[in-house]
């Protein structure tokens, strides 16, 4: 991909995100969408994975996803008695963390994405996790308002997402929205591990209540690419209709003389960093 033009990172330090139309070729959504549904069909999902109440409900298995690949069901396909109501493949909510290094397709798609970040100023790009996001028909779950950086936190701050439509995206089946300009207020949370052992929490003061008129929906077409600051406040809607919102997208950080979080949710041993974007090209 090539990286942005001087308007484009106008737009982006103005409003805090910026969509990049047609960013991903259509052959490029649909192998990424035949990886997704694969992983879909054949992982077995043992942990619910909501916005609602997320420091009780994060589980061994979710700590354990940054090298791995792990799936997370979505809280309306169980019954009262924690039995899958529909088949597996349906249920997913999303699979993370590590696919970017591990899935051959989804590194290389993932490394094609640095000249992007080399425009936004970022020196030397790191991805720290990857993530299909499926919103499935019916029971897709409401995300609700939050800035990245509480749960990706750099000292000074540095998270950016990429996020990519593998499919249509509208205000009927769970777009996102965003509040232009919102990523100029502080980060009031922190998902974070205060004590040694313990497993993260969400700390710190409200945020910011903004009014309706305030979030611009961002509806997008398949392979298009919205890029979000990390203190951008975002949001998704449930998803009542009868179509997916199946999206793939992946988090860096800038790595040179940034601090990454020790307690973050999030972390990696000094043997295995986090891997720069440029080093995922070659697909291997």
Not at 39 to 49: M, T
Not at 128 to 141: A, C, E, L
Not at 206 to 215: G, N, T, V
Request: glycine fraction near 8%; charged fraction near 25%; proline fraction near 5%.
């Amino acid at each position: 991909m090539v990286g942005l033009s001087e308007e484009q990172v106008e737009q982006f330090q103005r409003d805090g995100f910026l969509i990049v139309r047609g960013c991903a070729s259509l052959e490029e959504t649909k192998r990424l969408r035949d990886v997704a549904w694969k992983y879909a069909s054949e992982l077995e999902g043992s942990e619910v994975f909501t916005t609602n109440d997320q420091s009780r409900k994060t589980g061994d298995k979710f700590m354990d996803s940054a090298y791995g690949i792990a799936s997370f069901l979505e809280e309306e396909a169980l019954d009262e008695s924690g039995n899958l109501t529909r088949p597996l493949k349906d249920s997913v909510n999303k699979i993370g963390h590590a696919l970017h290094e591990l899935d051959p397709d989804v590194r290389r798609f993932t490394g094609r994405c640095g000249d992007i970040a080399t425009s936004l100023g970022l020196k030397e790009p790191a991805v720290v996790q990857s993530m299909f996001i499926f919103k499935q028909p019916r029971i897709g779950g409401e995300v609700r308002a939050h800035r990245d950086s509480t749960f990706l936190w750099t000292d000074p701050p540095s998270c950016m997402a990429y996020w990519i439509a593998l499919e249509d995206t509208t205000t009927e089946n769970g777009c996102l929205y965003a509040v232009p300009g919102s990523h100029h207020d502080p980060v009031e949370l922190r998902f974070a591990v205060t004590e040694t052992g313990q497993k993260p929490a969400i700390s710190g003061q409200p945020l910011r209540k903004y009014d309706e008129a305030s979030w611009a929906s961002l509806p997008m077409n398949e392979g298009d690419l919205i890029l979000i600051h990390g203190a951008v406040l975002h949001r998704s809607a449930a998803n009542r209709s009868q179509r997916t919102r199946l999206a793939y997208t992946f988090h860096i950080i800038e790595s040179k003389d940034c601090l990454w979080s020790p307690q973050n949710w999030l972390q990696r041993s000094p043997e295995s960093p986090f891997p720069s974007i440029f080093d995922l090209a070659d697909g291997t």
